[in-house]
């Protein structure tokens, strides 16, 4: 599988999350922010997977995000680290 593929799975995870309702609203502009630096080709992929890894793990410690929307983040976490 490319990189581009791998980015575009990730990204349908971070779909996934700024699209649910019952995820708080800080938490899905923080996926759609997520999304933004992964496609953003002008920088190398390690530093967009650093940044993207980073922001994922502030939400995935936010007290208010539910156990489904943790468990999303998880996985999508696991997916970036195939990239770096």
């Known amino acids: ?11 349908d ?3 996934m999350i700024s ?7 800080n938490i899905r502009r923080g ?11 002008s920088d190398p992929i390690d530093l967009r997977v650093a940044s993207a890894t980073s922001i994922l793990d502030e939400l995935a410690n936010d007290p208010n995000i539910p156990l489904h ?5 998880w996985n999508i976490m696991s997916r970036l680290e195939e990239l770096a």
């Open 31 to 41: 996926a759609d922010e997520v999304k933004q630096i992964l496609l953003n080709d």
């Open 19 to 25: 699209e649910d309702n019952s995820i708080p609203r």
């Open 13 to 15: 995870g971070l779909n």
């Open 69 to 73: 929307g943790r468990t999303l983040i």
């Open 1 to 11: 599988m490319s990189t581009d593929e791998k980015i575009e799975r990730v990204c």
